[in-house]
């Protein structure tokens, strides 16, 4: 506890930038885990996606097992089942003929006692699901692009890419999450992941505006490199980091735990398990991925690169955040 206390009033600085070979072997670690994944198992698509068929209805006293069998039982090769809150269920097969759909409706109605007008059924062809495939697409480049404009308008190319890179970094961890777990992936989830894109790229530009304004003030008699100007900044903003993460998280965690255990399956579970897989990753990469890649990028700059040779040259250069006395943060990002 008083660790955290004192992490909380800024009183501990973290070398997130010194310890950069430390984050980039990590995310490359998950990286090459979540690629692994999406090349070995693939995504679960929804139906939405590939086409199909589902089956809803309203049934007590029965099991997925049971529903499993009595679909099974009409000469349908892939159902999927899922419970949708106490006594609601929905069974997805593949594309099925008009008469096969018929077939498993009266089917359902018999072996649980359900009106068969009261068996909905909804097909989705697979066309559908490309249109979808591709608007999504279209969204993300869009979404993408607007990001370069604005962070190289804002504050520099370099500040761009390094947030671009954490972006992706995000998408593709989050996608090898799902496709290791085999959670489906539906609209609902797409929408999770665009939803991320924002979140990451706020935390990105929050650290991003703090170390433009400290590292402006870096010329020829400053007393410290880009490096640790840059993870004074990053100190300066964890906090307000964390903050945001945590308060954003538990009410995500809240209705992913309300959607999966009372309600069951449904949109409200697809989006906030993307969120919730999202934010973590987010939070992770914004703090130690982009600012390091950052500060990568920046100090092979000529002016950068003189600062930290002159330093070292008189034994001011030492690595990291500049740790020493108590108010030694403020007084670097006052100093500059």
Same mark, same amino acid.
């Given at each position: 506890m008083g660790l955290a206390r004192r992490l909380?009033?800024?009183?501990?600085?973290?070398?997130?930038?010194?310890?950069?070979?430390?984050?980039?072997?990590?995310?490359?670690? #998950?990286?090459?885990?979540?690629?692994?994944?999406?090349?070995?198992? $693939?995504?679960? #698509?929804? /139906?939405?996606?590939?086409? +199909?068929?589902?089956?809803?209805f309203k049934a007590t006293q029965t099991s997925v097992q049971e529903v499993r069998e009595a679909v099974l039982d009409e000469g349908v090769h892939q159902v999927i089942v899922q419970q949708a809150g106490t006594d $609601?269920?929905?069974?997805?097969?593949?594309?099925?003929?008009?008469?096969?759909?018929?077939?498993?409706q009266s089917a359902i109605a018999k072996d649980f006692n359900v009106p068969v007008d009261q068996v909905s059924i909804q097909a989705i062809g697979p066309s559908w699901g490309g249109e979808v495939s591709q608007k999504a697409w279209i969204g993300l480049a869009v979404f993408m692009l607007a990001i370069i404009l604005y962070l190289? &308008?804002?504050?520099?190319?370099? &500040?761009?890419?390094?947030?671009? /890179?954490?972006?992706?970094?995000?998408?593709?961890?989050?996608?090898?999450?799902?496709?290791?777990?085999g959670f489906e992936v539906t609209p609902a989830t797409l929408l999770g992941f665009l939803t991320i894109l924002g979140y990451s790229l706020y935390d990105a530009v929050v650290v991003f505006d703090m170390i433009k304004e400290v590292t402006a003030k870096l010329g020829h008699t400053s007393k410290q490199t880009y490096s640790m100007a840059a993870n004074n900044a990053l100190n300066h903003t964890l906090i307000r980091s964390l903050n945001t993460s945590?308060?954003?998280?538990?009410?995500?965690?809240?209705?992913?735990?309300?959607g999966t255990t009372?309600? +069951?399956?449904?949109?409200?579970?697809? #989006?906030?398990?993307?969120?919730? /897989?999202? &934010?973590?990753?987010?939070?992770?990469?914004?703090?130690?991925?982009?600012?390091?890649?950052? /500060?990568?990028?920046?100090?092979?700059?000529?002016?950068?690169?003189?600062i930290a040779r002159r330093l070292a040259s008189t034994g001011g250069g030492g690595k990291g955040s500049g740790k +020493?006395?108590?108010?030694?943060?403020?007084?670097?990002?006052?100093? +500059?």
């Open positions: 909380y009033r800024g009183e501990i600085d973290v070398d997130f930038v010194g310890k950069w070979r430390l984050w980039y072997s990590l995310s490359g670690l #998950l990286l090459a885990i979540s690629l692994a994944g999406l090349l070995v198992n $693939g995504l679960n #698509l929804g /139906v939405e996606f590939k086409g +199909g068929t589902i089956f809803s $609601g269920w929905r069974a997805t097969t593949e594309s099925l003929s008009e008469d096969t759909r018929a077939q498993v190289s &308008m804002a504050f520099e190319p370099k &500040m761009a890419l390094a947030a671009i /890179v954490a972006l992706i970094h995000d998408l593709v961890i989050t996608a090898g999450i799902y496709a290791w777990s945590l308060v954003a998280i538990l009410p995500v965690a809240a209705i992913l735990f309300i009372v309600l +069951g399956a449904g949109t409200l579970k697809d #989006l906030s398990l993307s969120l919730f /897989v999202g &934010m973590i990753v987010g939070t992770y990469s914004s703090l130690c991925v982009a600012t390091p890649l950052l /500060v990568t990028l920046k100090e092979r700059e000529p002016k950068y690169q003189a +020493g006395s108590k108010g030694s943060k403020s007084a670097a990002v006052a100093k +500059g």
